[in-house]
């Protein structure tokens, strides 16, 4: 395994996502609050780019007409044929045994933390300063 | 098919079998009148009402009786009943079937003289065709102008446990998922019986979709595209969840369609769910337990290689229910089930299914 | 794009669609009454950096779609309510306009695309004009309807068209939707998206059906017609029940001297967007069999949402001459177009 400074967290885009490579593979990165995901920016379907997809909430119901939703913005919906994923595991919601985005973990840390870390890559594009925040994703 | 139905002049297989979908057609309008109360007995009269048969089965048309079958119009029930037992019931060793009667109550516009039909009509199928033949069981017609009044009269009839389901057409005013229809259902539901949806329509809308067509032929054709565009209905509005232990029988449908329909609309549901968040597994799962289609026509080739592929793609053994469609004009000699069913299948589809669909069948009637 | 080819129109049609608008057989003016499941059915992906709708903009299909996906043959279809409108006149001057569009945007700029004349077809003579006008054209390769038409498809009213397509040699291509002005099925209109959209597949079944019972192949026996975007899946079934109700229906249906799979196997082809998908995908290509692999075309319905990736969306190893012919030979051969 090995990590990945992929960017500093005040750089995070606003708009909560953002499109990476990382050794060759695209990843899209989520911000919820101060919680990180990184998937797959392939959809397992047909292959659409998860991020330009639309971040929706859960829709969820017991019964015709009765709608319940929560967890805005923690689902995401693929930009083509619209299959929804959760951001937080990756899983499909209509087959979440069969179907799922591969998940990155994301850390934040420190750049000094960072200094002391041997594993980290990438390293060498960002000026890494010991009193600065960045984002890690493992692989 | 034929080396099954070693034995001679009665084959063998279907010993035993329900037939799931037998018509029985109200010969003139004077038969129903003595069921009728008095103020609808005398309208039929003072107007001069006309049988009420509808254009989704002119009965002469030569799709609509076997050649064989076509008896003298208009045939009585007594003729129609020795046929029925000569050249089904006996000859196959039937132990029972069921009567769907499409006479066509559904298509008038009153709901008050639709309700009054409806009933004289159920009574009618008690009195003269029930009492007279132990294997026969009926669909109870509904007036579907008026789901609140379709709901009391599955009440009123399935205290006759001879009736085990609830006949609807296939067409109706407006999709049958609709919450406007779930009186229905929910009765139907109460009473312990499987809703039966048969070809059919109440003409408030032209059979394609996109417009009348010129032809009969097409009007039979547009039924299996009905039962495609009804069943979504079903299942986007939730009826099935709404209604957990309710069935739902798709009679006279074909079946070869079914396999790509399902294969569309899990696809779709995959992109859509949100839309319809109370359908929460993979349409086609909703319909292998709850949906059974019966097997005439079964709209399929001559090649058994074909139908062998074709039910493997159904991949179920337990979503068929036997059904001759007597009298339509469905098969030819003895070929009530396409060739390339296995035996095994047949057991499933001529017994096993209709007996686990029909609770009120296993009610000491069946041998 | 609307406004390309509302600068193309007599300041007449200008008017009236500012402060008439265009209206066409469905309750809203601009919403429809089944609102899509994405803005504008589209990829949200393929909305031009440029500005514009997608599909609007060559040089960003060029890059999104036909250079990566290695697209050597294209033909483009305007959909857009042109030929719907309940104003007869505005439709065939909108459908000439956008006939022109297509021409000076498209297909002149990029070899790779051919386009569909679109036609007015509440006016037939006006759409046979249109056709004449445009036939001979390298830019046009078929004539473009709709499934959902007032009447069916096969209906008598429509057959001038049919007589001229033929007689150019042009084949018809029939794309699923359209406002019709009925419900979308014969019982009626079903509450949801999701029931539109899956219904598309049974009004292609209808208008086939309408093609064959109405008798407009046995008229013209050299009338080639494509379905599009109807899905494939339900074709074997439908040509099964069509020859058993043809055998059993002989007096009413004495037009047709032969069975309809044979009318079905000659005249007829389908796109394959969207394709079904099984869970078995072995199940596919068992259809296509019984379809004929030399009857089905790859469409990707590209910039719509339910797009299919030509990379993805036959994800089953195929023989050579198979992959060859769905993906290319195919349309070169029904379109016309000369190759090796
Ligand atoms: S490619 Fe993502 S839903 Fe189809």
Known sequence: MARYVVCKIEDFPASGRMLVEVNRRPVVIFRLGEEWFGLLNTCPHQGGSLFNGYQAGLAESDRPADYRYSRQGEIIRCPWHGWEFDIRTGRSRCRPDAVKVAQFALAVAGGKEIESLDDVKGVETFDVKPEGEYLLLSL | ?367 | MEKDIFSRLAPRWRTHIATVGMLARQGFTQEMQYPKGQPMAVRRDAFPPGGGMPGSDLDFMRAQHLDPNNVQFGVLIPLGAAQSLQNIDLSVALCTAINDWQVEEWTSREPRLRGSIVAAYQDPQAAVAEIHRLAGKRDFVQVSLLSRLPNPIGHRSFWPIYAAAAEVGLPIGVHAFGNGGWAITGGGWPSYYGEDMMSHAQTSQSALASLVLEGVFERFPTLRVALIEGGLGWLPSLRWRLDRIWERSRDELAHLPRPPSEYIRESVWLTSQPIEEPANRQHIAEVIDWIGWDRVLFASDYPHWDFDDPQRAMPLPLSRERRDRFFLKNALDLYGIPHG
Not at chain 2, 224 to 234: D, E, N, R
């Open chain 2, 1 to 367: 098919m034929n080396d099954l139905n070693v034995g001679g002049d009665r084959p063998r297989p279907y010993r035993g079998a329900v037939d799931c979908d037998v018509q029985i057609t109200v010969p003139h309008r004077d038969a129903l009148l003595p069921y009728l109360d008095e103020y609808w007995r005398d309208v039929s009269l003072q107007r001069g009402l006309q049988t009420l048969d509808t254009a989704a089965f002119p009965r002469q048309a030569p799709i609509n009786a076997r050649p064989d079958w076509r008896l003298p119009e208009p045939a009585s029930v007594r003729d129609q009943l020795r046929s029925l037992q000569v050249n089904l019931l006996d000859r196959y060793g039937f132990s029972a079937a069921i009567c769907n009667c499409l006479y066509g109550v559904q298509l008038l516009h009153s709901e008050d003289m639709g309700q009054s039909i409806a009933r004289a009509l159920n009574d009618w199928i008690a009195r003269e065709w029930l009492d007279n033949e132990p294997r026969l069981r009926a669909s109870i017609v509904v007036p579907m102008q008026n789901p609140t009044m379709a709901a009391e009269e599955i009440r009123r009839v399935a205290t006759d446990r001879r009736f085990v389901q609830v006949l609807m057409l296939v067409m109706g005013e407006m999709p049958l998922g609709k919450r406007y229809y779930w009186p229905i259902y929910e009765a139907a539901e109460e009473c312990g019986l499987p809703v039966g949806i048969h070809a059919g329509s109440m003409y408030r809308h032209p059979v394609t979709g996109t417009g009348w067509p010129s032809y009969y032929a097409q009007d039979y054709f547009s039924q299996a595209s009905a039962f495609q565009t009804q069943l979504t209905s079903l299942i986007l509005e939730g009826v099935f969840g709404a209604f957990p232990t309710l069935r739902v029988v798709l009679s006279e449908t074909g079946v070869s369609w079914l396999p790509p329909y399902l294969w569309r609309l899990d696809k779709y549901w995959h992109g859509l769910r949100s839309e319809t968040p109370w359908v929460k597994v993979p349409p086609s799962e909703i319909v292998r337990s709850r949906v059974r289609l019966t097997t005439q026509p079964f709209d399929t080739p001559a090649d058994p290689a074909v139908v062998e592929r074709l039910l493997d793609h159904i991949g179920s053994d337990e979503m068929l229910l036997f059904a001759s469609d007597f009298p339509h004009w469905r098969f030819d000699g003895d070929d009530l089930l396409p060739a390339g069913v296995s035996p095994d299948q047949i057991a499933h589809i001529s017994r096993a299914n209709p007996l686990a669909t029909y609770p009120r069948l296993a009610e000491g009637v069946v041998p």
